[in-house]
Nanobody
Framework: QVRLVESGGGLVQAGGSLRLSCAAS????????MDWYRQAPGKQRELVAR???????HYADSVKGRFTISRDNAKNTVYLQMNSLKPEDTAVYYC??????????WGQGTQVTVSS
């Protein structure tokens, strides 16, 4: 199992920036991709960004050009740099590790609140 610990959430004004971190431990050799998801109140959890083990990335249309996912393999950590934040970005953000066959390990989540 992969254990994930997120940090970096908080309260920020619209237009501001935050950087989320997700530190992985455990069976990290099984990780195919690292994802950031978010879930706003009353809404379904949605994929925000994905970083494949080969280095490719994918972003939801709503965050393209504003968010950047990156990873530091030496630290087993993936980051989500969030710029130009909007109130609609308010959500609990979750880090997830895809370990194949549709399996995911999840972090505990970190709250991001963007005030208008």
């Amino acid at each position: 199992q992969v254990r994930l610990v997120e940090s970096g959430g908080g309260l920020v004004q619209a237009g501001g920036s935050l950087r989320l971190s997700c530190a992985a431990s455990g069976t990290i050799f099984r990780i195919n991709a690292m994802d950031w998801y978010r879930q706003a109140p009353g809404k379904q959890r949605e994929l925000v960004a994905r970083c494949f083990s080969g280095g490719g990335t994918h972003y939801a249309d709503s965050v393209k050009g504003r968010f950047t996912i990156s990873r530091d393999n030496a630290k087993n950590t993936v980051y989500l740099q969030m710029n130009s934040l909007k109130p609609e970005d308010t959500a609990v953000y979750y880090c997830a590790a895809a370990t194949g066959s549709g399996n995911y390990d999840w972090g505990q989540g970190t709250q991001v609140t963007v005030s208008s």
